[in-house]
Each structure stands twice: as C-alpha cells, then as structure tokens.
C-alpha cells in the first residue's frame, strides 16, 4: 500500500497517520463531514502516480467563504504532522498549499496543531514560509513530557526522588502481600484483544466512566480502538503492558510503536487498588523496558503540559507548538486577524474551563 510504504520514508514520523490507525480513526470518530486527505504524487513520464510523496488530513472552514484550513487533530491524536516524504518535502509541500489555494479561493490559512517545535516537520514550514515569501505564526507554545530512551545504564529508579522510590517500594510490598503478582506485555492477537478488552473495561470503571469521555460510553469509540489495537498490533506497532493481582488486571497502558518513536498514547487502572497506585507502579516498569528497547530513541507522553502523574517520572521535554501559515503572499493581514481570534476563543474556552470547574463540574 503507497500510504504505508509513505510512513517508512516521512520526514517526521506520525503514527496517528499510519493509516491503521488514521483510517479507522476517520470511520468512527469524525462528524458528518469527517476529514479530507489530502494526497501528492510523484509524477513520470508514463505515469501520473509513480510513488507518494505526501498524506495531509484538513479540515476545510465550515462556512464556504472561511479562511483558514486546519490540519485534522482529534480527540486522540497527538501529532499534526503530516506524511511527507523526507526526499521530496518541500516539493510535497508546494503541492499541497497549491492545492489548497486552487481548490478554495477563500482559503489564505493553514492551521497546524501539536507539531514539535524543533522537529522536521517545523523546521521545514519556517524554511518555506522564508522561501515563498508567507506569514508563519506561532498560536501557542507548551512542554510535553517524554522519555529519551537508549540510555545504557538507567532505569526508572533514577527519575524519582529517593523519597518517591521508598513509597513505591512500599505501595509494591504491599500489592504482593495480597496476593501472586504479575507484569506482562501482550503485542498481537487474541492476547491482544483480550487486554483491550481489560484495558477498556478498567476505563470505563473510573472516573473517565462516570463523567462520561470513557471509550466504551460510546460505541463507535469503543469500536475505533479495537481496530487501530488489531490493526497496528498485526504490524507490531502496538503493544498493551499490564499489571494483574491474582488473575484480575488492575492497570493497563497502551503504547504504539513507529520508526524510532513510541507513543504512551492511554493508562488506566483499578480504582478500588488506589491505596497502591498500580498505575505508576505498571509506568516505572513499562519505562524500564522502554529504556531498553531496541531502535526506539523517544517515548512521546502524549500528556498534557503539567500531567499529575507521568510528568513526576519522565523528566525529559519536547517543546510543541501550534502554528498558522499564511498560504497567500498577497493576504498578510488575514493571517494576523487569524491569530487574534483564535487566541481569543482560547481564553474563553479557559474562562469557561475555569468557571466550569469553579462551579464543581470539573
């Protein structure tokens, strides 16, 4: 398939655009109008499609004369960066913009979200935005835990405070003295279905659950996860790590795997062994394996900035931005109107956030 053949040559690696995972993705999760991929293509002689060099998700304007153009990033994806080939990224690129001008004259924007700040993918975006002459704006500005792996040497131990490692020690001792113990991996079939299945379950039994954002309080969701899970775990691209006291499992993280980049993508954990924190006990052990696992270089948190939890054990971090790119040389101040109303809509979705939480629905 031209698309997965496309990850392994991408200038930036994205598994949220494995189309194991972005194809499912666009089935179940996306309202009625859902995404458009953009694809571009190596042209010959002989042929208008020798190889692909580009996969751009967008979303067009809702209104048909809206300006700006945004890079698909949903709930549970977090990468906006998009497929290009590393041998042909600034040509792919020029493809793509051309299109979006040519196909909606009232498009002078484009909208990326979640891109690393000192990766590939933005370094080219400031290096054509100089080239062709357009406005490139950076929106926001925020850290992301990671993990920097390959480290001969260090474990898990060695991120936390000796104070820290003497509770966890303890929170341990006592998990075992209830009873037999155990720490797995699973990465391909039924194993795999199976501890899906437990990790959607233990979800649905927190506080994720209740408030309603758990995966199996709607279907489709559910649906969607047990497809990207089979789907990518076929091509050993996922893998489920999981705790167990006796036989129940009581913490479940999923992790995906592309080129030189894991992703801690979902945790989830038993509530009624809270006393325990089997959720950062099964994330030390999970990390000393990642530490240790053969080609991977970075482990992406997928966290939020300030995460309660994984935050306090990886120490390393990514800056992130979200960035608009003017498409139009000739409609500058489109751009600059363009920023000033989405910075706008987020300090009012903080506004609204805050007085949500003040008020004790959050």
């Not at 494995?18 to 953009?38: C, I, M, N, Q, V």
């Amino acid at each position: 398939m031209a698309w997965a053949d496309l990850t392994t040559r991408a200038l930036e690696s994205n598994i949220f655009l494995d189309p194991a995972f972005a194809l499912p993705a666009a089935r179940h999760l996306s309202d009625r109008k859902g995404p458009e991929f953009l694809l571009a293509w190596e042209q010959d002689g002989t042929s208008p499609r020798k190889r692909l060099i580009a996969v751009w998700p967008i979303v067009r304007p809702r209104l048909w004369f809206g300006s700006t153009c945004k890079t698909w990033v949903h709930d549970y994806c977090c990468s906006g960066a998009p497929l290009l080939d590393k041998a042909q990224a600034l040509r792919s690129l020029d493809a793509i913009l051309a299109y979006l001008r040519a196909s909606q004259n009232s498009v002078s924007i484009l909208a990326i979200s979640q891109i690393r700040e000192h990766g590939a993918t933005a370094a080219l975006l400031r290096h054509f935005s100089a080239l062709r002459g357009l406005a490139l704006n950076i929106v926001a500005h925020y850290d992301r835990a990671a993990l920097e792996a390959a480290r001969p040497g260090v474990s898990a131990a060695d991120f936390v405070s000796r104070k820290k490692k003497k509770e966890l020690d303890r929170q341990l001792r006592r998990l075992r003295d209830m009873g037999p113990l155990t720490l797995g991996v699973t990465r391909e079939g039924a194993d795999m279905a199976r501890h899906i299945e437990s990790f959607l379950a233990l979800e649905k039994s927190g506080w994720k659950g209740r408030d309603g954002g758990a995966f199996l309080n709607r279907p489709d969701h559910a649906a969607f996860v047990r497809s990207i899970a089979a789907a990518l775990g076929a091509e050993g691209k996922c893998r489920v790590y999981w705790m167990a006291s006796e036989d129940k499992i009581i913490a479940s993280n999923v992790v995906f795997f592309t080129g030189e980049t894991a992703y801690f993508w979902k945790t989830a954990y038993d509530e009624d062994f809270a006393f325990s924190s089997p959720g950062v006990l099964l994330t030390m052990s999970m990390t000393d394996s990642l530490l240790h696992e053969p080609g991977v270089r970075s482990v992406d948190s997928c966290a939020v900035s300030g995460h309660p939890m994984i935050d306090h054990i990886w120490r390393d971090r990514t800056p992130m931005a979200d960035v608009m790119l003017s498409l139009r040389a000739d409609r500058p101040q489109e751009l600059e109107g363009a920023v000033k109303r989405e910075l706008f809509r987020r300090r009012m979705r903080e506004k609204a956030k805050s007085a949500w939480a003040h008020l004790g629905f959050a």
